[in-house]
Each structure stands twice: as C-alpha cells, then as structure tokens.
C-alpha cells in the first residue's frame, strides 16, 4: 500500500496562517496598520521573516499592491534571502528603493521578474549598499555599468547575468573577482553574449582567467572555443572548473579541456567531433556525463574504461546505432540516474542488473515491452522510472511483474502512453508498491474520468500519500 500522508509540519502551517494574517492586515495602504505589523515583528528572526516573505511574494493570486506593502513591511536588515518574483513596470523602483533602504543584510538576492533597463543608477547603488552579498541573480537586466559594483562584493560566489544583456567586450574582458564560484551568462544555444559579437570566445577566456576560483559555467554552451583560446597562449594554464557544456566540440577543445580542466566533475558535450569522447577518458573525477549527437562506439570505448566513475549519464539523440543497456548495467556498476532521450534501445545480456541505480527516464525511444521488463525487474534499488512512448503493456503482464518483483522503493512510476492498463493496474501498484507517491500519465491509460475520481476517493479516505497524474483530468 502507498505511504500514507504525514502530519504537515508546524512551521508551514504557522507561515501559512500568519501570512493571511499579514495579508489581510495589508491589504490596504494604511500607515498605522502598517506600523502595528512593523512594531509585532520587530524582533523576529530573519528565518521567520525570509519565509513569511517568500510565501507571499510567490503567491500569484496577491494583487502587485499588496505584495510590495508587505515587502516594505516585513524586509527588515537581519533578512538574508530574498526573491522578488514578478511585479509590473511601476513598481521597480519603488522595490529597489525599499532593498536600499532595508535589505542591506541580504546575502542573496533575486531579482528575476523585474525588468530594470533603465534604472542602472538604482540597481548600482543597491549592490553597493548589500556588502554581505553571496548570490546574485539579475537575468535579462546587467550591463557594463554592474560590472564594477559587482567586482567589489568580496564574498559573492554565485552570479547570474544570464540571457539578454548589454556588455561591451572591453567591459567584460577586464572584468576580475576572486570570489565568484559559479557564472552563469549568455542564452541557452547562443555563440554571442556581448559587443561586437565577433569576441564572446576571447571575452569568456579573459573571463575564466580573470575568475580563478570559478567551478562552474552554466547558461552558455560554446566554453570549447574559449580554451582553445587560452591553451594558444597560455598551455600551462590550469582552471578550478568542475562543469562545463560545450557544442560542437574540436579535436583542438577536447585537448585543452584534458590539459586545463583536469578538475571536472560533470561534463555536457554536444556533438562532439570524432575522438573527442575517447580524449576524455583522462578526466579521472568525472561523475555526470551528458552526450548529446555523439559515436556509439566512442561511448562504448570511453564507458568500458571509465564508466565505473559515473554515477549520472545522460544521453540524446543518437539514433543510427541502438544503446545497450546492459552493456551500460556492466560497465557503470555505480549509476544511480539514467536519461535516455531520443535514442534506440536493445538488451543483449538480460540477466545483467543495475545494482545502484535509482532514477531512469526514456523518453521517445520506440521502447519495446521487453526494455520496460528489463528495467522494471534488473533494478532493484528503483525509485523513478519515466517513460514517454507507446506501450503494450496489459495488466497481466503488470500482475506477472508484481509477482516477481516486489518494487519496495518505488516512489515515481509514470507511464505517459500505456493504452491496454485499466483501473486494476492503479488498484494493483497502489496495493503492491508500499512507497508508491506518484502515478501516472493516467490520461495515457484505459481509465476514465470517473474511474479517477473514484480512485481518488480511495486514496484521500485511506490517507494515502499518492497523487494521481495528470492533476486535472480533462
């Protein structure tokens, strides 16, 4: 039987209850209300204030008015995190004004939702003024102009200034700080991040080397070019980066990735040209690997002889050459998650099992019943399993499955396609799998809408802690 439902926790309940409190009393603009709620949490600790703060800032059904009152009320100098959410155009400077004046305690900000273009002056003074700064996210919104503010928040370790922003190469190149761990820049699938175009490789190799403690790069998908960049001029360099994506990696990249990142813990290649995933088997602390249009031999190579140290692999869009999964079960003895998307699948040795794996998803793979047996049975540890094509699965093949295996961990099992399963197969896994939270896609199934309301039914009379997929049945 599915676990059932644990008592809710009274810290979220008394948030829930004094936010409606709070909300109720600021729904009006009223200074002495407002004044009376100041006065009560006057010696609050920040915790308490964080999550009062973070409930009804991302409530969507509160009116922008509110919301701010209740920013300007509740954000005192001990607060440490805050995330604005989204507010229309009138009111970002009045929500940097009120950070200015009683958000200098944040540690970590997030601005994302307010679109502050042509507020640089505000936005500069704001960072100055949070000196104990560690996070920083500003997408869609940073220029040259943050850049200086920026470098000067010594404890800052994570900054985003992802998406569409206005940097001069000049700017960006000359742009230094020790502390800052993790740089998230650019747009998804873009070359480009700054002015002229022509320089974004050159810019983020200034960047990495102006940036010595940096782990990580995330957002920009072309870091490949940059060390090319930096291994022609400076072959001893060595960088602190433990993850990485690039597209279309050279030969020329694959080499300075080897010799400049020996540090790398988790790697994303995206067409990787020939022999670059064979050049990779030197990187020794590589526990996530994500291939996307990649050589099945070139995996099947590097995975015979570091396989043993991945713990997460993903792979996308190979096509031409089926995957074996079992090869994978017997070369990667240690996966725990598994992403398969867009590939073909085979099973040449089916008594070969997946002993820590814990998390799979196949999504568009033409997998056959007898993929899905496999897993199903040679994964014993299983928690996730999600898939996205069609199947033929009946509920005696289902039963016959239970029989076998007892799925003691299963927590997620979503079948997005499974048009022979009826309400026996919800009855059955429900009965059978005693950790069983998550089920679904229903609307995929044999399964009407009143069979979900009565299965529903069950499920809240019985307390039970399992939610039926698609929320809403259409």
């Given at each position: 039987m599915s676990p059932k439902k644990i008592v809710n926790q009274l810290q979220s309940i008394c948030t829930h209850r004094v936010s409606n409190i709070i909300v109720h009393a600021l729904s009006?603009?009223?200074?002495?209300?407002?004044?009376?709620?100041?006065?009560?949490?006057?010696?609050?600790?920040?915790?308490?204030?964080?999550?009062?703060?973070?409930?009804?800032l991302n409530s969507e059904n509160l009116d922008a008015a509110t919301r701010f009152n209740c920013l300007k009320v509740l954000l005192k100098h001990?607060?440490?995190?805050?995330?604005?959410?989204?507010?229309?155009?009138?009111?970002?400077?009045?929500?940097?004004?009120?950070?200015?004046?009683?958000?200098?305690?944040?540690?970590?900000?997030?601005?994302?939702?307010?679109?502050?273009?042509?507020?640089?002056?505000?936005?500069?003074?704001?960072?100055?003024?949070?000196?104990?700064?560690?996070?920083?996210?500003?997408?869609?919104?940073?220029?040259?102009?943050?850049?200086?503010?920026?470098?000067?928040?010594?404890?800052?370790?994570?900054l985003d200034i992802s998406g569409e922003c206005y940097f001069s190469a000049n700017e960006l190149s000359s742009f230094k700080s020790s502390s800052i761990k993790v740089l998230i820049i650019g747009s998804y699938g873009k070359k480009f991040f700054c002015e002229p175009e022509e320089k974004s490789f050159e810019v983020l190799a200034s960047i990495i080397?102006?940036?010595?403690?940096?782990?990580?790069?995330?957002?920009?998908?072309?870091?490949?070019?940059?060390?090319?960049?930096?291994?022609?001029?400076?072959?001893?360099?060595?960088?602190?980066?433990?993850?990485?994506?690039?597209?279309?990696?050279?030969i020329d990249a694959g080499v300075a990735l080897v010799a400049m990142c020996s540090l790398l813990e988790s790697l994303y290649l995206d067409f990787p040209k020939?022999?670059?995933?064979?050049?990779?088997?030197?990187l020794k602390y590589i526990i996530s690997l994500k291939l996307s249009r990649f050589e099945y031999d070139e995996l099947v190579d590097y995975l015979q002889e570091a396989g043993d140290q991945l713990r997460t692999l993903q792979l996308y869009n190979m096509r031409h050459v089926p995957v074996d999964l079992s090869y994978i079960s017997l070369?990667?003895?240690?996966?725990?998650?598994?992403?398969?998307?867009?590939?073909?699948?085979?099973?040449?040795?089916?008594?070969?099992?997946?002993?820590?794996?814990?998390?799979?998803?196949?999504?568009?793979c033409n997998?056959?019943?007898?993929?899905?047996?496999?897993?199903?049975?040679?994964?014993?540890?299983?928690?996730?399993?999600?898939?996205?094509?069609?199947?033929?699965?009946?509920?005696?093949?289902?039963?016959r499955l239970c029989a076998e295996c007892e799925f003691l961990y299963l927590e997620e099992l979503w079948l997005s396609c499974a048009?022979?399963?009826?309400?026996?197969?919800?009855?059955?896994?429900?009965?059978?799998?005693?950790?069983?939270?998550?089920?679904?896609?229903l609307t995929g199934w044999d399964v009407s809408p009143a069979d979900i309301d009565y299965l529903r039914t069950v499920i809240t009379s019985s307390n039970n802690d399992l939610v039926l997929l698609p929320t809403t049945y259409p």
């Open positions: 009006e603009e009223n200074c002495e209300r407002n004044k009376n709620v100041e006065k009560y949490f006057s010696n609050s600790t920040f915790l308490v204030l964080q999550d009062l703060l973070k409930y009804i001990n607060v440490q995190v805050l995330e604005t959410g989204i507010f229309p155009y009138s009111y970002y400077v009045k929500i940097l004004r009120v950070i200015i004046k009683s958000g200098t305690g944040l540690q970590q900000l997030n601005l994302k939702g307010l679109w502050v273009h042509d507020q640089p002056e505000l936005l500069e003074e704001v960072i100055r003024r949070l000196k104990n700064l560690k996070v920083l996210i500003i997408p869609h919104i940073a220029a040259d102009f943050i850049l200086k503010p920026i470098a000067e928040c010594s404890q800052l370790s994570v080397e102006n940036l010595p403690n940096l782990t990580a790069i995330r957002t920009y998908s072309f870091v490949g070019c940059s060390l090319c960049n930096i291994y022609e001029r400076n072959p001893s360099f060595k960088s602190k980066l433990v993850y990485l994506h690039d597209t279309q990696t050279t020939e022999t670059v995933l064979i050049s990779i088997k030197q070369t990667c003895p240690n996966i725990v998650h598994l992403d398969l998307y867009r590939l073909s699948l085979t099973v040449s040795q089916p008594d070969s099992y997946f002993m820590c794996l814990q998390s799979i998803d196949v999504l568009y997998v056959e019943d007898v993929i899905v047996r496999y897993i199903l049975t040679n994964c014993p540890f299983l928690k996730r399993f999600i898939v996205g094509d069609i199947l033929r699965i009946t509920d005696g093949d289902l039963f048009k022979y399963l009826t309400t026996t197969s919800v009855q059955l896994l429900m009965g059978h799998c005693p950790n069983l939270k998550s089920l679904g896609q």
